[in-house]
DNA sequence: GTTATAGGCAACTGTTTGGTTGCATGTCAA
DNA sequence: TTGACATGCAACCAAACAGTTGCCTATAAC
């Protein structure tokens, strides 16, 4: 799986915004979606399509009525995958920056 | 904490990459970062700013040489206080969907 | 059938971004 | 002190991006 395009996704504040709608109310049209935006239907369309794109959003079309679902899948494998590594580091990160500004006062 | 400087720091590949080289060897100087990359040293030195400024990296001066440091807190902070409300969601979201769908057969 | 509704497609625009190059500054070493 | 080394600053460029507008298609409602 390409993280990448998730990443990208998620780096749009009005996209993460998206989400929580979606996260709040599942399962919303496009138009339930614009209501209280500033900004056009299309752009808002326009970012769906990415999120579509990146997985985190499944469709769902009934009628002309196009449903999108919150896939919180990815998500969580950038969890698991990619934060855990560095989590993992937490520590040890912090230990050498110590050590490091140690070695700094002893020069000094 | 605003979390958007951290979500735009992680959409690109490349600062992503030099999260990565950070985590295997700490405290690399800019132009160990360089070594091996195709870009130049400046285009670096601007991830690098980047990742500053989003908290991610750290940096020590030492004489002339610019040491950097990942620090890992604002990715444990996402994990923590974003991904963990999707998370979360994860299983009322597929179940959600299971029965929309399940109600989309219906009507077929 | 006609009309209103929900959404898609395509062209265009201003801004941001990732990258380059050239030059300036500060620090170590001979 | 002179030169080499490590980095920063500024201007510039092409491509990507977020957003708009206008028009088209398909479904539902009357």
Redesign the pocket.
Known sequence: MDMDPVF?AL??P?RRALLDRLHTENGQ???ELCEGL??????V????V?LEEANLVAVVW?????LHYLNPVPIAEIADRWIGKFERARVKALVDLKRELESDDEKA
């Open positions: 990208r780096a749009d009005s049209t496009l138009g500033t900004m056009s239907r299309q752009a369309s326009k970012h769906l990415l009934r009628g002309r009525e196009k």
